[in-house]
């Protein structure tokens, strides 16, 4: 298409422009919603705000529900059917799990610069990790008697890697490598196919190296509850970890008591606070990458005090867009979940953002770590203008798997203590039993539970 149209009261001629790039130029005025202190129903807009979440959406959970049913019911078959009909793949049940040969294949093609930069975020994640692992521990209680805990590598975990748009091997490496570094003997990994039924070279590269035992081209929720409830190929797991769609965060909390679930990782999000000292390029591109995942359900917010920093950030980012690959994933995502929102005072964001309890918040202010000291709900935090979530996402260290939805006011991230199972461990003595025995009896006495008071009693007094 060619010729010239209006834009925003001037004309523009894009003969020879890419049409997507004319749309580009047309949606950006209207990316990011514009929300101001002094704007009438300020405090009831915020509310909304706030309170949005797709964990709770109930056509996501009834959609959801009948395929964890599905699959409860049909098993490998339903795997199959859900393929077809979402992935566009012809798959069977010999089929379902990724075979070593393919996953050697897939070593041998990976490019060497790939695998370099693989194994540069494999030893930084499994380093970082290494330090977080929780080991036993016992002493004495008053009475004399040996309390301890002991943690121990759950046997069998699942691993979800999202697929979709883009083969996220960074969160396979942010994943698997902790069920490794925890001493899982059995880490089962389930990813979507592509409608050949192919699965990303990096991705599977990257999972074996990790640690993965076994790999199924499955994805979406229908992955999630044959990881929970089992199938004739994919025997169930105790516990299941890592992000995905909002559907399959649903499946993840649907299913809990069938199995154990990690945290409630669902589609990207990024808050930054910015003061003067912000560069608002920076803030700008670091928006422009966490919508740019492809669900639509991302969530971007930028919040400050200063006007002139939230003109600048939205200059910005219709000055960025149209160079970004992916910048119709950016614009379905800002459209709907993009807020530019001016604040009366730096207080004022510090409690917006433990509102909002952000999966990534990125603190570009002139004293960063006095503010992450009162910032309490988030995901994690990036600290100045030269700490890009994407730090977090690649090479740091600490696993981007992470809460999002507000879900982080009572979930941490992903740590590597959370693939040890705890055990108490309980050990008395005649006389540590004997010093005890009256507090004992005084609780059963008041319960009424006599029983109780006599299996300890009978031991002093058969």
Not at 396 to 423: C, N
Not at 437 to 455: C, N, T
């Amino acid at each position: 298409m060619g010729g010239e149209t209006n834009v925003f009261g001037r004309t523009v001629n894009f003969k020879g422009v890419p049409f997507d790039f004319c749309l580009c130029i047309c949606f950006t005025a209207r990316l990011m919603k514009v929300l101001r202190h002094n704007d009438p129903g300020f405090a009831r807009k915020l509310d909304r705000l706030c309170a949005a979440s797709s964990l709770f959406d109930p056509k996501i959970e009834s959609s959801s529900r009948s395929i964890v049913g599905r699959v409860e019911l049909k098993g490998d078959a339903a795997l199959i059917e859900f393929s077809r009909r979402f992935d566009g793949a012809n798959l069977t049940v010999s089929t379902l799990r990724v075979g070593d040969a393919e996953i050697q294949t897939a070593g041998k093609v990976v490019d060497g610069k790939l695998k370099a930069a693989i194994r540069f975020a494999h030893r930084n994640i499994r380093d970082f990790h290494k330090r977080g692992l929780r080991k036993g521990w016992s002493g004495q209680n008053a009475q004399g008697a040996r309390v301890g805990e002991k943690y121990d590598a759950f046997d069998r975990v699942g691993i979800y890697i999202p697929g979709g748009t883009a083969p996220l091997m960074s969160t396979a490496l942010m994943t698997v490598t902790l069920a490794k570094v925890a001493g899982c003997r059995e880490i089962v990994v389930c990813t979507p196919c592509d409608k050949e039924g192919e699965i990303n070279p990096g991705l599977l590269h990257a999972a074996r190296m990790a640690g993965a035992t076994e790999i199924y081209r499955v994805g979406g929720a229908h992955a999630i509850a044959a990881l929970a409830l089992g199938t004739k190929t994919i025997a169930p797991v105790q516990k299941i970890f890592g992000p995905g769609n909002a559907y399959v965060v649903a499946a993840k909390r649907l299913l809990v008591g069938h199995v154990s679930i990690d945290l409630l990782p669902g589609p990207s999000e990024l808050l930054v606070l910015a003061d003067a000292s912000a560069n608002p390029a920076y803030a700008a591109a670091d928006i422009l990458a966490q919508a740019e995942h492809g669900s639509g359900h991302e969530r971007c917010w930028l919040i400050s005090a200063s006007s002139k920093m939230i003109a600048a950030v939205k200059k910005e980012i219709e000055k960025q867009l149209p160079n970004q690959s992916r910048r119709k994933y950016i614009q379905k995502a800002l459209n709907k979940n993009g807020w530019l929102i001016q604040v009366k005072s730096p207080a004022e964001s510090i409690r917006l953002a433990n509102r909002l309890a952000p999966e990534h918040c990125e603190l570009m202010l002139k004293n960063p770590k006095e503010a992450a000291k009162e910032i309490v709900t988030a995901g994690a935090l990036f600290l100045g203008n030269d700490s890009p979530t994407v730090t977090g996402d690649y090479v740091a260290g600490p696993s981007h798997t992470l809460p999002t939805a507000g879900a982080g006011a009572s979930f941490p991230g992903l740590t590597v203590d959370m693939f040890q199972r705890r055990t108490s461990v309980v050990e008395y003595s005649k006389s540590a039993l004997k010093k005890s025995i009256s507090v004992i009896g005084q609780f059963a006495d008041v319960e009424g539970l006599d029983a109780h008071g006599r299996s300890a009693s009978i031991r002093l007094n058969p």
